[in-house]
């Protein structure tokens, strides 16, 4: 072996126990194996089985790529074996309990980490304990929480300037000041921890002071697709960030795209045999991501807002939410329209995916041509990835922000309309009535409107952009480069004690 040869990089990434956070993480992993880089996921047992098949085919391919796993203490949290992500969990209880067992990784975090010494560790923010960890190590720490750039833009405008502390009324919209764009929210839309301080308020704030002190941010977007948004993260905010993405893009194979963690409730041969047989741009693909958001009241509005609007749909029920117990609890039962079901299949008008859908399978394919989400920042991205314009349905978390950013900036999506932030323990209220869901299905799919076709136009546009931007030579590729050279020559320096 040559004795000059540079020992290769070595990143750690350690995800949070959120289905939208790992599955990225692992995708971001990945990408960083392919480019030369020693990739060592830290999670715990389960999310490792969970993963495995794509690292080991990864492996295979030559890549130095592998997992390190931590304890998780679900038992002493009252956890069932197993339960550890909130893919697994059936109530509320189980949720909070999860986020509680999630913080004491640390400790064995600490531990493995001045056993191991990487390079970089490549964390997802919703550990706000991460900066006492590497810190008193010296180990350079880089935040990565699945979302884009724009929201933490927006976030950060909100708490410089509170423009929702001047609004009387829930329903009163205000300016988000000092953004490139002049994006309108209301106080309705925003998380109850922005509007009034609790437990979430401080756990969040905690985790920013973490990221402020961190080396940089790396975000699952491209520069292209919100240049005016990293420019002002980096001017006015005078913080680093790398945009990457989109990560899913690493996925090329149809085995990739469809083993992306959870096990699909539909065979990816019968779901494309089904995509096969449709028009080109004609189905509607609808999925609010990996968590229960949706009531079966609300289910009920949307099933018939889909059959009086008479387009082909996917249609992705994931769990569902019923209050009819004290807890929060999520059931499989599903209650739809009578002879729904049947009518859509026979007709061939629908598919419905009970579980988990191979969604980057579905979203490529050319039969599909819009998409309705939960603006969630992964499902967005997906979306612009496969050029496809949107129809906005936010719940909870940052989503109302990214909806903006649909809606706003790069304009390839209709809203449904929904303005109510909630939490996830709490009852959501049936916002959207049938005839909403159908004239909102009927303006995008129609596709007759020159503001529709101009913004199939803008989405397609993007597609391109996307694609671009993974491929070598594009900016995420040369960003990958630029963030190894950069961990490189901070390594160099530690070593000569600069
Ligand atoms: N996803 C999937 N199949 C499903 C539901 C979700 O593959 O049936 C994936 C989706 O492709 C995305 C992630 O789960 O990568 C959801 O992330 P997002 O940030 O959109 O939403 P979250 O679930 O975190 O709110």
């Not at 020693?38 to 969970?50: F, M």
């Amino acid at each position: 072996m040559d004795s000059q040869a540079e020992p290769k990089l070595e990143i750690f990434f350690f995800p949070y126990i959120l289905g939208g956070h790992l599955i990225p993480m692992i995708d971001l992993a990945r990408l960083f194996a392919s480019h030369g880089v020693k990739a060592t996921i830290v999670t715990t047992p389960h999310n490792v089985l969970l993963f495995q098949n794509p690292i080991l085919r990864d492996q295979q391919l030559g890549y130095d790529i592998g997992f390190l796993a931590l304890n998780f203490p679900a038992e002493e949290y009252g956890l069932p074996n197993g339960c550890e992500n909130e893919l697994t969990t059936t109530n509320g209880d189980m949720f909070t309990k999860l986020f509680m067992a999630a913080m004491k990784l640390q400790d064995p975090l600490r531990k493995l980490l001045s056993q191991t010494r990487p390079d970089c560790l490549i964390s997802d923010r919703l550990y706000p304990w991460i900066a006492d960890v590497t810190d008193g190590l010296g180990i350079p720490r880089v935040v990565f929480d699945g979302s884009g750039c724009f929201s933490h833009c927006v976030e950060e405008s909100l708490r410089r300037y509170a423009p929702h502390e001047k609004v009387v009324f829930e329903t009163e919209s205000f300016l988000v000041p000092g953004l490139p764009n002049q994006i309108e929210l209301k106080r309705s839309m925003l998380p109850d921890y922005v509007k009034a301080e609790n437990v979430f308020t401080h756990f969040l704030n905690e985790a920013l002071e973490c990221e402020i002190k961190s080396y940089g941010i790396v975000v699952n977007s491209f520069y292209e697709l919100e240049q005016a948004y990293a420019d002002y993260f980096q001017k006015d905010m005078k913080r680093k960030i790398w945009h990457i993405g989109p990560v899913s893009l690493y996925n090329r194979t149809n085995i990739d795209k469809v083993e992306r963690g959870i096990k699909t409730s539909i065979d990816e041969h019968s779901c494309l045999s089904w995509l096969d047989s449709r028009d080109p741009n004609s189905v509607l693909y609808i999925s609010f991501g990996s968590m229960p958001r949706i009531t079966s009241a609300q289910l009920l509005e949307i099933a018939h807002g889909l059959e009086t609007s008479n387009h082909p749909f996917i249609w992705v029920i994931g769990r569902i939410l019923d209050y009819s117990s004290k807890e929060k609890q999520q059931v499989e039962s599903v209650v739809l329209p009578v002879g729904f079901e049947e009518r859509i299949t026979k007709s061939k008008r629908g598919l419905m995916i009970r579980g988990w859908a191979p969604q980057l399978l579905i979203l490529e394919h050319p039969a599909v041509g819009a998409y309705m989400n939960h603006c969630g920042w992964n499902s967005i991205i997906e979306g612009v990835t496969a050029g496809l314009p949107m129809i906005t349905w936010p719940f909870s978390s940052e989503q109302f922000y990214n909806e903006r950013f649909i809606l706003n900036v790069i304009r390839v999506g209709i809203s449904m309309g929904n303005e109510d932030w909630v939490p996830l323990k709490e009852v959501p209220r049936v916002t959207i009535k049938r005839d909403k869901v159908a004239h909102v299905v009927n303006r995008l799919m129609g596709c007759e409107e020159d503001e529709v076709v101009d913004m199939r136009k803008r989405a397609e546009e993007f597609r391109d952009k996307a694609m671009k931007a993974f491929e070598k030579g594009g900016s995420s590729h040369s960003n990958v480069h630029a963030f190894i050279a950069e961990l490189k020559s901070c390594r160099k320096i530690s070593q000569n004690g600069h």
